[in-house]
Structure formats: C-alpha cells, structure tokens
C-alpha cells in the first residue's frame, strides 16, 4: 500500500534521465523478460484473432482449403438458424438470472460475515469453498443428479406440494439449475466484497450513528458508495465469465443442449457446430459475434459506470 | 497489508448489536452454509451408497457402505485405470503450474518494475486480454496445434501457460510486485545488481505470496478445465480425470451411479487437499485481485 499510493498507477516511475548509460541496459533487459509473453500475445492471441476473423468469412470444414465466402456465415446465423437464436436467448436469460442473484447473495453473506467476529476465518472458507469445486465436472453431474427426477430437489420440493418433476427434463427449468449452480459459487466474488467493506473507513459509520442514521441509510449512503468499484470489478468479471459458461450445461444435457434445446448456450452451440459438425467457419463467425458483444457490454457497463461507481482515491488516499 | 486492524475495530452497525443478534446471525450464517454444503455431502454420501439405495432412499446416509463403488471406480473407464487418469490430469496440471509461474512472473517483472518503450499499450493489451472470451482464438489455435502435431497430445494444455497467455496471473503478480518498495532494487544497484541479479535475488523471493497464489490457482483451474482437454483429447489413454466423468455423462443408468460418483471423489480430491492446505492464500489472492485494480 505505501509504495502504490505514493505512486499513481500507471505513471512512469521518478525519471531516472540523469543516468547515462544503464537506461538502455535495462530497456534491452525488459523485453528480455518479456519475451515468452511477447511470443505468446503474437502467436497464441494476435494472430489466431486475425485467423478467425478470416476463417469467419469462410466456409471450412478442418480437411479442405477454406472457401471465401463473405458474409453468409453471418447472415446464415442471423437470419436462417433458429438454433442460434434460441442459444443466444438461453444464454441471455442465463446470465440476467444467475449474475445479480450471484452478486446478491455475495454482498448479503459478506455484509454479514462483516459484524462476525469469531468464526470469521472459517465461514469465509467455508463460503469461498464451491467457488473452487463448482467449476469441475464432478460438480455439474451432482446437480444433474440432484435436480433429476425424483432427485433430492425434486423429492423436496414435492415434499411441499410443489410439483415440478426432474429440473433436467423440462425445458425452461433445466437452464434454471444451472443458473443455481452459478450462484452457488458466489464465494469468490463475496471475498472480494468483504475485503472491499473492509476498506471502508469505520468513522464514517460513526459519524452516520452519532447523526442517527438507520441501518439501511448506512447502506445505501456509505456502504454501497464506497463499496462500488469492488462491486463493478465483480459486475463486469462475472459477467464475462457468464456469458462463456460451458461445463455444467454440457452435463445437464449429456453434451446436447436438451431438453429442447433448452440449455443450449452460446458456447456449447458453438463447440457442437465447430468440432461436432466441423463447420469451422461458422463458428468462427460466432466467436466473433460472442467476442463483440461482450466487447458491448463491457463498453456499457464502463460507461454506465461513471455514475453510479464512486472512486475514493482522490479524498482519503493520501493520508494512508 | 497496513489496513487498520479491523478484527478489533466495531465494524457497523451490527457489531453493537445484543449477544440475541449475534446468535441470530451465526444462526442464519449456518443454515445458509448447510444448504451450500448438502451437494457436496450428497455427493460424498452417494458414492457409498448401494445401487437400489441412491434414488430410492430418500436419506442421504447409506444404510452400508458400498465399498465396492470405490473397486470399482479404480478399475477406471474404458479399460484405463484411475491411476492412469490420476497420473494424466497431473502432469497437465503440474506442466500448467510450472509454466504459468515462470512465464508470469517474467513478464509481470517487466510491467511492474521496469521501464521500456510500449509499456503503456502493452499493458493495456495485456489487461484487455483477461477479457478476451477463449472462443475467439479457440479454432485458430486448435489449427495450429493440429499442423504442430499436438491434438491428443499435452503440449496444447501446457505449452500456452509458458508463453503466459494466462494475463490473470501476470496481472495478479504486476498488483504484488507494485506493493513491493522501489528502494529495494536501487540498494541492489548500489550493490552492483543488474536487472536479472535484482529480479532474481530481490524481487523473486518476496513475491512468493502472489506465486504460491498463480501456483494454486493454476492448479485447480488446470485441473477442472473441461473444455479445452474435450477438444484435445480423444485417445482413452490419455484422458484425465475430469474427461473420463465425461463418459458417464451419456449414461443415465442407475446403477452406474454409485462408481460414477466414487470417481468424482477422485477427480475433487486433489482440489480439497489443496483448498485445505492453501485456504489462506486462495482467500487472500481472490480478494487482493479485486481491490488494488
């Protein structure tokens, strides 16, 4: 903290001109160490970004030359494939569930583990464990299990006069036990959310009792202004990640997007029309269309940002 | 790292509350974890059970344990062992960790500490590169690693995280390496150290924090990922851990259950293991990412 707060991120450090000879020195000994990214930016991303671009504008399959086809991959999805559109609203429907109930619980739960004292410790990785084990296979055949028919969901929800069946088997509601799973994970960015609330200066609450402001003023006039960088940082990561959500809509459906298609994401449509059906062109076009808008959304969310998230620095950051 | 001492200091509200809140709260903390924890003994439960007992019974403890399940999930799918399963996802795992920490902190090294031309552009680059959906590079690198020889190889799990396409972690070590003070490396080039000496001997050891995080974190992501190994691999032989669940994926058989869920326990333990050990570091690497951004 003491060394980045005296020091603007990004700046260029105390200029160094009265040196002479050692600023070339090291200038050589920067890309030095730098090279393995340098090499892996040029031929891991750069390069396969532009190859995909181009491969979008053609139709191949992996064995022939690709064939120039302009735009019909695109104009293909867009107008002729119902499949695409139902992936794209599946997808959507998945993140606008799953991302603000995901950010909800995470700021609920820290905003209470924030007055524990004894325990702190162990509930915060307690909270943060599925964070860890949701991501795997393991995980997403557990919940294909549990919200099956006559699996533990469905035993308990029946158990209660609540007659829905097997998750896994209705369309409509298997896509919602992914979203369940997605907000299951909610330990990363809740740890995120109380090292945040952690920052956040105890006076002002002091100062906010002593003038008798109620809890829920508190909240909304310290708590969520100072904490909505934190919450930015989790809206757009876990946004991201949403959009690009593979594994637990593969095991639900055994690979295949049912019932109905209905858990048919981007990702999984993507995968089955590049390596299953080898139509590597389009869906380059849909990476490419996956790319852009996230590229979107993060572009808007930026710049919604400006005014509602509040950035402390300039008030308190000198004094630290 | 010099935030105030927050365990001792009242934190809101809520802190005043009377002994009656406090319980409340840890009551409700509890029921919440016990919810978020039923999956998972669920899971553990499951792979103990008899085959007529995992959707017949509706109690999550089995009436004996089927030990069985575990024999016969160390038998492995497709004729190859649980051992061999085991021994694949830790050599991918192992070669993505080692890469990732080498190659990351070099280049972190260079964004935090040093100065050159481009720094500002590349940097942008870099972060801009975290957000980059996998997807948009996913079929151009899968040509390359097929004109390279390595589909159904490991290299394509491996070979990237040595050219540290991983920019999380580059980014994570940059925010670590910025904390650490400047007059550090100006003693050492008193001392007669060169940037490669200072990197080395100075900056290198008191980054292990933010290493063991990369390290950790590499791991467990490493070792989950399901996407990229369904891609690469075909070859039985070659699956890991996470790719062979993946042929349960299609049997919806009951009495393939009990296996099926040993094997998970399998496939999750390396994680827990870990989680139990490094919990700290795990924790602490998560929150500091969101917070010196």
């Known amino acids: 903290m003491t060394a980045t707060a005296t020091r603007p991120q990004g700046a260029a450090p105390p200029a160094t001109g009265g040196k002479r000879a050692p600023k070339r020195e090291r200038q050589g000994a920067a890309w030095v160490f730098l090279s393995p990214w340098v090499l892996g930016a040029a031929v891991l991303t750069l390069l396969p970004m532009a190859v995909s671009l181009y491969l979008s504008f053609t139709d191949y399959d992996m064995f022939d030359a690709p064939q120039w086809i302009g735009f019909r991959n695109y104009t293909q999805m867009f107008t002729e494939d119902p499949r695409y559109w139902r992936s794209v609203v599946t997808t959507l429907t998945y993140v606008v569930i799953a991302v603000p109930l995901q950010l909800a619980m995470a700021l609920a739960v820290a905003i209470a583990l924030k007055s524990v004292k004894r325990g702190k410790g162990f509930y915060r990785s307690a909270f943060y464990a599925p964070s860890l084990l949701g991501a795997s296979m393991s995980i997403a055949l557990v919940w294909r299990a549990i919200f099956n028919d006559g699996g533990s969901v469905d035993n308990l929800l029946s158990g209660m006069g609540i007659d829905i069946g097997g998750w896994i088997n209705k369309p409509g509601w298997a896509i919602l036990s992914v979203a369940l799973l997605t907000i299951w994970q909610f330990g990363a960015p809740m740890v995120i959310f109380l090292a945040g609330l952690q920052q956040i200066p105890v006076e002002l609450y002091e100062a906010a009792a002593v003038d008798g402001a109620s809890w829920w003023r508190q909240f909304r006039s310290i708590t969520i202004p100072m904490l909505s960088p934190v919450l930015f940082f989790n809206l757009v990561l876990q946004m991201i990640q949403a959009f690009q959500v593979f594994t637990p809509a593969f095991a639900v459906s055994a690979g295949k997007g049912g019932p109905a298609d209905s858990t048919l994401v981007y990702t999984l449509y993507l995968y089955d029309r590049g390596f299953t059906a080898s139509h590597m062109g389009y869906a380059s076009a849909m990476a490419w269309v996956l790319l852009l808008a996230i590229g979107v959304v993060t572009a808007v969310l930026f710049r919604t940002s400006r005014a509602w998230v509040f950035y402390a620095n300039d008030t308190n950051e000198g004094g630290r | ?293």
């Open chain 2, 1 to 293: 790292m010099t935030t105030a001492p927050i365990s001792t200091a009242p934190a809101g509200p809520a802190a005043r509350r009377r002994p009656a809140g406090r319980i409340a709260l840890h009551a409700c903390l509890i029921a919440v974890l016990l919810v978020m924890l039923y999956p998972l003994a669920w899971l553990l439960a499951t792979s103990f059970k008899p085959a007529d007992e995992v959707i017949a019974s509706l109690k999550l403890l089995p009436s004996h344990f089927e030990w069985s399940n575990y024999s016969t999930a160390l038998d492995g799918v497709n004729e190859v062992s649980v051992g061999r399963l085991l021994w694949n996802s830790l050599l991918i795992a192992c070669g993505a960790v080692l890469g990732n920490v080498i190659s990351c902190s070099l280049a972190a090294y260079a964004f935090a500490r040093l100065r050159f031309r481009m720094r500002g552009p590349l940097f942008a680059f870099m972060i801009a590169t975290i957000m980059l959906p996998h997807h948009a590079i996913l079929i151009p690198q899968y040509i390359i690693f097929n004109q390279l020889g390595m589909v159904n190889t490991y290299w394509p799990m491996i070979l990237p995280k040595f050219l540290a396409t991983d920019a999380f972690f580059v980014f994570l070590i940059v925010q670590f390496m910025r904390g650490l003070p400047r007059e550090l490396e100006e003693a050492a080039r008193i001392d007669g150290c060169g940037p490669f000496r200072s990197f080395f001997s100075v900056i290198l050891p008191l980054t292990r924090p933010a290493l063991i995080t990369t390290a950790i974190f590499t791991f467990i992501w490493t070792w989950n990922d399901f996407f990229t190994q369904l891609i690469y691999l075909f070859e039985p032989e070659k699956f890991t851990l996470t790719l062979a669940l993946r042929s349960f994926v299609d049997a919806s058989s009951q009495s393939a259950f009990g296996p099926m869920f040993a094997m998970s326990v399998f496939a999750l333990l390396p994680i827990v293991l870990f989680f139990l050990a490094f919990q700290r570091f795990l924790v602490e690497g998560m929150a500091s990412s969101g917070l010196k951004g």
